[in-house]
């Protein structure tokens, strides 16, 4: 299925390029959140109408992700977790947590931004996390899981 690109998609392409994917992928993901849509005469010429507005946007998205990841620099998150007498931890810490704790230092981000590619963290420790901001713009954050004082 051929597709114009609305935004910039990691391993896909620019704002306005003409690519061709599978078309689940077009119909499940990339169409439904807004980031492309399907390319047909119509909508080749709706593109070219807002080309400019969509490029301005674009240039903003990356601005503001620029800003984000600067206030990312200075913060070094620990995340106090319940653990058994033996040091494991009840549960894990996943995106939302890491999330959360980012939010509590005065930083939004998105929770689909936070990357975990070993899966959610169940040990304590000091973790590397890469938060994705932007295509562009991928931001290393350390995150310290710490025992949680128990009264």
């Given amino acids: 299925m051929e597709i114009i690109l609305l935004e910039k998609v990691i391993k896909l392409g620019d ?67 319940a653990v058994s007498e033996e040091g494991t931890l009840y549960g894990s810490v996943g995106t939302r947590e890491i999330s959360e704790a980012i939010l509590n230092e005065g930083v939004e981000i998105e929770k689909s931004a936070v990357r975990l590619p070993e899966g959610a963290l169940k040990e304590l420790g000091e973790y590397s996390v890469d938060i994705e901001l932007h295509p562009d713009i991928v931001h290393s954050l350390n995150i310290n899981l710490i025992s949680e004082e128990q009264d």
Avoid: C, M
């Fill in 15 to 81: 704002p306005g390029d003409l690519v061709k994917v599978r078309s689940g992928y077009a119909r499940n993901f990339l169409i439904p959140s807004g980031r492309a849509i399907r390319a047909n005469e119509k909508n080749k010429l709706e593109y070219e109408a807002r080309r400019s507005s969509l490029q301005t946007a674009e240039k903003k998205r990356k601005e503001l992700a620029e800003e984000t990841s600067k206030k990312l620099q200075s913060i070094d998150i620990s995340i106090p977790v």
